[in-house]
């Protein structure tokens, strides 16, 4: 199975910073990546897929970057809405894996 | 509208039996592969199991394996989950998912919370 390890599993940060969260495979995934956003008690929604394309309605402040084993999720200026657990997810193997997940905390 | 609706989520005694569903709408169900993904209270995200859109290619995470069973009615536009042998750690929310063309899960059921508890 591929393992997929996400850093930091949790940032405090204010509104208006710049954040980035990585994600990291265990072996060469190329593109097939994807970033979700979730909210407590809510299921989650897609950000990004193929490692850097914006999911439709999303606000173009996400943007995502990497290949092979290597990606990073960036909120380029943080909004109140953006606090919430991201996850990577690859989509290389046929059963779909996940990152432990990030949480974003209020500073 | 686009929609997945789960149910049967419930109470289950260690070593029970559930089944849960989920009713798709607004979206050409058979065209599609669809997924179970699970989330214990307070953990992440974890895929359970998988079924390609005619049926006919199904995965399963290690974890549950041999326990639960995946399968999907297109004319009903219904995906189930068969789940055996239930241990305390299958204890979480139980969301289905849809697939999308891009790879990515767009489409998310509200979940249904599987409790096992004597």
């Known amino acids: 199975d591929i393992q997929m390890t996400q850093s930091p599993s949790s940032l405090s940060a204010s509104v208006g910073d710049r954040v980035t969260i990585t994600c990291r495979a265990s072996?060469?995934?190329?593109?097939?990546l994807n970033w979700y956003q979730q909210k407590p008690g809510k299921a989650p929604e897609v950000l990004i897929y193929?490692?850097?394309s914006l999911q439709s309605g999303v606000p173009s402040r996400f943007s995502g970057s990497g290949s092979g084993t290597d990606f990073t999720l960036t909120i380029s200026s943080l909004q109140p809405e953006d606090f919430a657990t991201y996850y990577c997810?690859?989509?290389?193997?046929?059963?779909?894996?996940f990152g432990g997940g990030t949480k974003v905390e209020i500073k | 509208q686009v929609q997945l609706v789960e149910s049967g989520g419930g109470v289950v005694q260690p070593g029970g039996s559930l089944r849960l569903s989920c009713a798709a709408s607004?979206?050409?169900?058979?065209?599609?592969?669809m997924h179970w993904v699970r989330q214990a209270p307070g953990k992440g995200l974890e895929g359970v199991a998988c079924?390609?859109?005619?049926?006919?290619?199904?995965y399963y995470a290690d974890s549950v394996q041999g326990r639960f069973t995946i399968s999907r009615d297109n004319s009903k536009k219904t995906l189930y989950l068969q789940m055996n042998s239930l241990r305390a750690e299958d204890m979480a929310v139980y969301y289905c998912?849809?697939?999308?063309?891009?790879?990515?899960?767009?489409?998310w059921g509200q979940g249904t919370m599987v409790t096992v508890s004597s």
């Open positions: 607004g979206f050409t169900f058979s065209t599609y592969d």
């Open positions: 193929a490692a850097s």
């Open positions: 072996q060469s995934i190329s593109s097939y």
């Open positions: 079924i390609r859109s005619q049926g006919n290619i199904i």
């Open positions: 998912a849809k697939e999308d063309k891009t790879h990515a899960f767009d489409v």
């Open positions: 997810q690859q989509t290389y193997s046929a059963l779909l894996t």
